[in-house]
Structures are given as structure tokens and as C-alpha cells.
């Protein structure tokens, strides 16, 4: 459980809830915050694992670069979101009446590569009156909450994540039409099925967190399929409880900034056919993370 504490010296860290979120007070992104604000920043997200910020009326290059002091950027892809012209590496996710909001499953980014990424940092550009909020989930304390029975069971095993269970769903069937099922196919084909542990120490502080989602996860590896559908079932439901989460209501400049290692997210599709706009950056290394 956390609370306001003194050991930040530059900021100011509102907790949302016991288990997960606060908020970051009396900073602004840009210009560039020195370096002991960066380190304080990181420390509140290995505590917190999602981290808001409002009122951060910030140009997309200079979203770019205080993402960048965190770890290397990932180029955005033209595929299930746009492009920004002159700032590569944002993801630009848009919905409104033509394009209705279809993110709103619990997921890590990254959790079908190889290598997932660290962290994934939103700006909001515009959005709805009320409505559209994202819901994050502790993987941390759903795993602390698990039985003793169903922590020995998940321990030593791994699951396989594929990319097309959800990106082959008929729910991102907008996604495949005209050129982009080009660009997504090649999306697929570079993201075949990959296993992870069920269960991972997080590479800063240690804490297990459970890795599983049900918008990706398709099977625990080396099990029945009928053991592994009820097994996957259960955890994803377990996950699910409010008591994992907390819940973040855009405005306008809003930023959200979480670490994808011990945390699920869930856009709630609830605004159609409102515009949605936000801007979004994908962290793949931690570059503070051996400060800590």
C-alpha cells in the first residue's frame, strides 16, 4: 500500500488507489525537466506502475524527447494506427464516427514480441466531454491475490501469446481493409506466437507480477487444451476484479505514462461516435531502470 512519502524532492506523488496509480503534481514536461526529476518520475513509476499528468500542453518532438530520456523509442508502423509527419516515433490513435473505438480489451503492449517493451506513455489530444476513460490493472496484486494452489500451479509455466488471436478477431476486421491488410500481414508475420513465463519477476524491483492476457494469450504450454482454456479462463477473470485497478479520466493534455511489465490496460469503448485523439510512444528499454 503507498502513500505521499518524502522522498520526493521535486515533485509531488498523489496515489489513486492502494495497489495501483497517482498522480504526478507541480512538473511540467517541457522544457526538459533536469535530470533529478527524471529520476524521481521513474522511482514514483516503479511504485505506482502507471503515472497521470494533466495540463501538459506539449509539442509532439518534445513528447518525443522526454519519452526518450527513459529508454530507446520505437518507430510507429502505419498499421492499426496512423502516423505523425515529423515525429516517427508516435502512434497516432484515432476513433470517432467513421472509426469506432475497438481497444477496449486488458492487455500489455508487447506481451506477443520477443522483447516487450518497458513502457508505453499517451498524450491526449482531444477527447470527449465524459466518457473514454482507461482502466489499469495491478498484475502485481492480482498475482499476490491468487491461492496458494493456483501460484504453485502458474510458477514454472510458460504461455504462448499470439498476435492474430486479436488482431485476426473479427473486432479489428477494420483494420484489414484496403492496403492496411498488407501492412498488418506483415505485422503478423514478423510477431509469430511467442511464449513467456506466467509469472514474472519485474527487472527493477523484483515484485512478481502475473503475465497473461486474454486479448493475446492463447494457450499455457504443455498442458491439455481443456486444462489450459479453464486454467486461462480463471486468471482472466481473476484479473478483472476492481480491486487491481484504478481508472483515469482524460482531458485534454492528459498524459498517462505506465510500465507495461506489471500492469494490463483496458480502453473503455463507451463514446462513440465522439472523436478520440490521442498520441502515443512506445518505450522498449529502460534506461533508468539500473538507478534504482
Known sequence: MF???????HITVLPVTPVIGAEVADVSLAPMPDDEVLKEIHLALMRHQVLFFRDQDIAPADFAAFSRRYGRL??????????????PEVAVIVNDEERPPNVNHFHPDGIFRDQPEFASI??????PPYGG????????????ALSDEMKAYVQDKTATHDFMKLHGSPQKARSWKGDNAERMAAMAKDHPPISHPMVRPHAVTG????????SFTSKIDGVPKAES????LELFRHYERPEFQCRFQWRDHSIAFWDNR??????????????????????ETDALGSDI
Open 74 to 87: 520505437r518507430k510507429a508502423r502505419k498499421a492499426a494506427f496512423e502516423l505523425l509527419e515529423g515525429a
Open 207 to 214: 515484485i512478481p507480477s502475473l503475465y497473461v492476457s486474454e
Open 262 to 283: 506489471a500492469t494490463l490496460h483496458y480502453a473503455v469503448a463507451d463514446y462513440w461516435p465522439q472523436k478520440r485523439l490521442m498520441n502515443r510512444l512506445t518505450i
Open 229 to 232: 482454456d479453464a486454467k486461462l
Open 3 to 9: 502513500r505521499p512519502v518524502d522522498i520526493y524532492e
Open 122 to 127: 499517451l498524450h491526449a489530444q482531444e477527447v
Open 133 to 144: 476513460d482507461t482502466v489499469f490493472v495491478s498484475m502485481t496484486a492480482a498475482y499476490e
